[in-house]
Nanobody
Framework: QLQAWGGGLVQAGGSLRLSCAASGRTFSNYAVSWFRQARGKEREFVAGISWSDETTAYADSVKGRFTISRDNAKNTVYLQMNSLKPEDTAVYYC????????????????WGQGTQVTVSS
């Protein structure tokens, strides 16, 4: 089971850090990704990290502003979000899958509960 937290309300240009942890197991051999879903829109890939070699991937819309990282000791994945824009407003979900990062949410079986990020203009 995954737990995600760290969302909140922030002004445009501000920063937030999201966290995702697994209970009962480790992320070894997993890829962990963040997705988001804005109201009325489909869920979309934001960023992903491969636990084994720390390979990362980002959606074009967040490149240069968001950074995904992991803490092996804490078995936690972080999403540092800087220079936030109103269009980043969404519910953010973390998800995990064995094997490599994938941009499709359909192939992820383990999901966190979602955390709301709201960016005001």
């Amino acid at each position: 089971q995954l737990q995600a937290w760290g969302g909140g309300l922030v002004q445009a240009g501000g920063s937030l850090r999201l966290s995702c942890a697994a209970s009962g197991r480790t992320f070894s051999n997993y890829a962990v990704s963040w997705f988001r879903q804005a109201r009325g829109k489909e869920r979309e890939f934001v960023a992903g990290i491969s636990w084994s070699d720390e390979t990362t991937a980002y959606a074009d819309s967040v490149k240069g502003r968001f950074t995904i990282s992991r803490d092996n000791a804490k078995n936690t994945v972080y999403l540092q979000m800087n220079s936030l824009k109103p269009e980043d407003t969404a519910v953010y979900y973390c998800a995990a899958r064995l094997d490599r990062i994938n941009y499709s949410d359909l192939v992820y079986l383990d999901w966190g509960q979602g955390t709301q990020v709201t960016v005001s203009s």
